[in-house]
């Protein structure tokens, strides 16, 4: 049993992409309970503007931006343009797709590959070009990439299948620990991180997985509300709060 997590976050702002369903909503209802102003982006107007009005209507200050994250150029203009997610505090990269099934190296069409890593892999950079560059000249923000056991090198990751998807994820945490490094590990304000929420119930997940999405947001919350000082371990994959191999 983890403990209950009790920060106050008014007055800070988080983005989470994939806001709208399963892992990211679970997300964004948690951390806009502590007072956070949640901005959801998503792909799907009628999912994110549902999720906006679930949010709002428990008392939670949201509002939503309608965006394929996979378009560098249109995620450029709507965050730029945009009164709230410009000074975000914090960045969740949840948005993920899952790969046809049968998506083995041998057997993946150029089409199966790039879907899946534009989303996956693209939309997170295209998340952290838009949002990240405001965080390092403030010298403060977070970003939590959520990524999958699928993708690490130990563990459950890279035992062949779902390629594109498992690649994907484990160029999202070379992403994360390049990035970390390229901002100094922590010591110049922003933490980056990935972390594995496991199998979970959602749309991606499907009704069997063990976990809830409330339990797979833990860890995400976790991230956003620990304390931050000279001691702080960034730049790595957590699962559960623990970090693990990569
Ligand atoms: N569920 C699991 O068992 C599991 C395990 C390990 C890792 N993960 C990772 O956890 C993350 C969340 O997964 P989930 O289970 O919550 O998935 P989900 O229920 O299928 O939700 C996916 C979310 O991503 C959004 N999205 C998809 N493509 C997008 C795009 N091009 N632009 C913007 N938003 C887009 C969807 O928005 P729309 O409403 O617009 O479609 C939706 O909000 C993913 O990165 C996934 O890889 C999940």
Known sequence: M?????????????????????????????????????????????????????????????????????????????????????????????????????????????????????????????????????????????IINVSACLGRFTGPGLAGGLAPYRISKTAVNALTKNLAAELGNGTRGVLVDAMCPNHTRTDMGGPDAPRSAEEAADTIVWLVTREHDAQTLTGLLWEDRQIVPW
């Open 2 to 142: 983890t403990n209950a997590i009790t920060a106050d976050l008014t007055d800070q702002v988080v983005v989470i992409t994939g806001g709208s369903r399963g892992i990211g909503f679970a997300a964004a209802q948690a951390l806009g309970k502590l007072g956070a102003t949640i901005v959801i982006v998503s792909r799907d107007l009628e999912n994110s503007s549902s999720a906006t009005r679930q949010l709002v209507s428990q008392g939670i200050d949201a509002d939503s931006i309608c965006l394929d994250v996979s378009d560098g150029e249109a995620v450029r203009t709507a965050l730029s343009g945009h009164p709230i997610a410009s000074r975000a505090d914090v960045l969740i990269n949840s948005a993920g797709v899952m790969s046809e099934k049968m998506a083995k190296t041998l057997r993946t069409s150029d089409q199966e590959w790039h879907r899946v890593m534009s989303i996956n892999l693209d939309g997170t950079f295209n998340m952290i070009a838009a949002i990240g560059p405001q965080m390092a000249a403030r010298k403060s923000g977070r």
